[in-house]
T-cell receptor, first 116, second 112 residues
Framework: DVKVTQSSRYLVKRTGEKVFLECVQDMDHENMFWYRQDPGLGLRLIYFSYDVKMKEKGDIPEGYSVSREKKERFSLILESASTNQTSMYLC???????????????FGPGTRLTVL | QKEVEQNSGPLSVPEGAIASLNCTYSDRVSQSFFWYRQYSGKSPELIMSIYSNGDKEDGRFTAQLNKASQYVSLLIRDSQPSDSATYLCAAPLVYNFNKFYFGSGTKLNVKP
């Protein structure tokens, strides 16, 4: 079974803090994604990575950065947390196009971040 | 038009009935569709995918893709209270298969 884990289930931070959210997958997937989910807005893509050290902006990258130094790990960084970044953050991974069940994304349990 | 659109619901059906969930899409997404189920407070989990025009069945679930009308549906037969969840439709962009768009989800309530 694919397993995607996230470092924290719940996190409370203060405005201006630098926040790190970690995601690890154990299925040797090339693709990894970070989304945020807000009521009424659905899932919105922040960043994704299709290989180590490779990244591409999603729809809402402002205020975020990412790091992928190893294939299994994809980190989301909030450079200076703000209250409007309070949200549920979901990490996902998938095989690239052309492999078996291409494009199916497997999600981690999520991190509910509150910025005070 | 958004890339993928869903009616937010809630959709209420009695136990044992057929629940029909719909999703429309724009020309900007490829015709590979994924249905996810998300229980409250949990992360999305894949139910099924569909790539070809027509129907695809998996147990109580049937996905239907109509490319001419640009909609994809998920039918749940013999609905159970445990099916109560939010159902998300997703598809990748035509020009970037790594970039997915998710609908905002339809909340389904199955009443005992």
């Amino acid at each position: 079974d694919v397993k995607v884990t996230q470092s924290s289930r719940y996190l409370v931070k203060r405005t201006g803090e630098k926040v790190f959210l970690e995601c690890v997958q154990d299925m040797d997937h090339e693709n990894m994604f970070w989304y945020r989910q807000d009521p009424g807005l659905g899932l919105r893509l922040i960043y994704f990575s299709y290989d180590v050290k490779m990244k591409e902006k999603g729809d809402i990258p402002e205020g975020y950065s990412v790091s992928r130094e190893k294939k299994e790990r994809f980190s989301l960084i909030l450079e200076s947390a703000s209250t409007n970044q309070t949200s549920m953050y979901l990490c996902a991974s998938s095989l690239p196009l052309g492999s078996g069940r291409a494009n199916t994304q497997y999600f981690g349990p999520g991190t509910r971040l509150t910025v005070l | 038009q958004k890339e993928v659109e869903q009616n937010s619901g809630p959709l209420s059906v009695p136990e044992g009935a057929i629940a029909s969930l719909n999703c429309t899409y724009s020309d900007r997404v490829s015709q590979s569709f994924f249905w996810y189920r998300q229980y409250s407070g949990k992360s999305p989990e894949l139910i099924m995918s569909i790539y070809s025009n027509g129907d695809k069945e998996d147990g109580r679930f049937t996905a239907q893709l109509n490319k001419a009308s640009q909609y994809v549906s998920l039918l749940i037969r013999d609905s159970q209270p445990s099916d109560s969840a939010t159902y998300l439709c997703a598809a990748p962009l035509v020009y970037n298969f790594n970039k997915f768009y998710f609908g905002s989800g339809t909340k389904l309530n199955v009443k005992p």
